[in-house]
């Protein structure tokens, strides 16, 4: 049973670039969190997609965009990149509803370095 | 919004002596998790605690969730090198579904 599986591993760009990371969740799951973990900081949650469709955003700019694929898989795209967008980008899989005991289990997350 | 802070941000044991981590959320949350990340790696589950006044213990690790169900505490007895990493709690985000706010940490680091 494969856990989260994100690609790639690491990434260097440079700012006002383009990227795309990808996220293949647990077998079972069908939500995908995408969360941002800068340096020396807890994980923060960017969006979450279900069904396809984003369900919840947080405090994020319209830059960071994002698609889920029938498959469950996903994708988190990022636009004219900014130096402060260099993070640990972590995707997060579960079933639907954390508040009935259920929980998110984190791939090894993709290391994004802008210079 | 939610908060949930963490306390102390960083702490330095000699291994073989204990260590606590505290967690406030600013909401009474649903259920609280704990995560551990270790130097380089991703957050790892570690455990959730449901019921009002919960303790669970894993071996060397006594997890507490609060009676209001707004704080827990990780209390780890006689650490060893091995649990060098930074402590994490998360809970629910208000909105609910399967999101979490986490907190920003806790930094431990052991000496032999």
């Known amino acids: 049973d494969a856990g989260v599986t994100q690609s790639p591993t690491h990434l260097i760009k440079t700012r006002g670039q383009q990227v795309t990371l990808r996220c293949s969740p647990k077998s079972g799951h069908d939500t995908v969190s995408w969360y941002q973990q800068a340096l020396g900081q807890g994980p923060q949650f960017i969006f979450q997609y279900y069904e396809e469709e984003e369900r919840q955003r947080g405090n994020f700019p319209d830059r960071f965009s994002g698609h889920q694929f029938p498959n469950y898989s996903s994708e988190l795209n990022v636009n004219a990149l900014l130096l402060g967008d260099s993070a640990l980008y972590l995707c997060?899989?579960?079933?639907?509803?954390?508040?009935?005991?259920?929980?998110?289990?984190f791939g090894p997350g993709t290391r994004l370095l802008v210079l | 919004g939610q908060q949930v802070m963490q306390i102390p941000q960083y702490q330095h044991v000699q291994e073989g002596e204990d260590f606590t981590t505290y967690c406030n959320s600013s909401?009474?949350?649903?259920?609280i998790q704990w995560y551990k990340q270790r130097p380089g790696g991703h957050p790892v589950f570690l455990i959730q605690l449901v019921k009002s006044g919960e303790v669970k213990k894993q071996k060397r690790l006594t997890f507490q969730f609060g009676e209001a169900k707004k704080n827990s505490s990780l209390h780890i007895t006689a650490t060893q090198t091995t649990d060098v990493g930074t402590y994490f709690c998360a809970g629910p985000t208000d909105s609910g579904y399967s999101t979490l706010t986490f907190g920003k940490g806790t930094m431990l680091l052991v000496s032999p």
């Open positions: 909401t009474t949350l649903s259920n």
């Open positions: 997060a899989s579960s079933l639907q509803r954390l508040d009935r005991g259920e929980t998110q289990y």
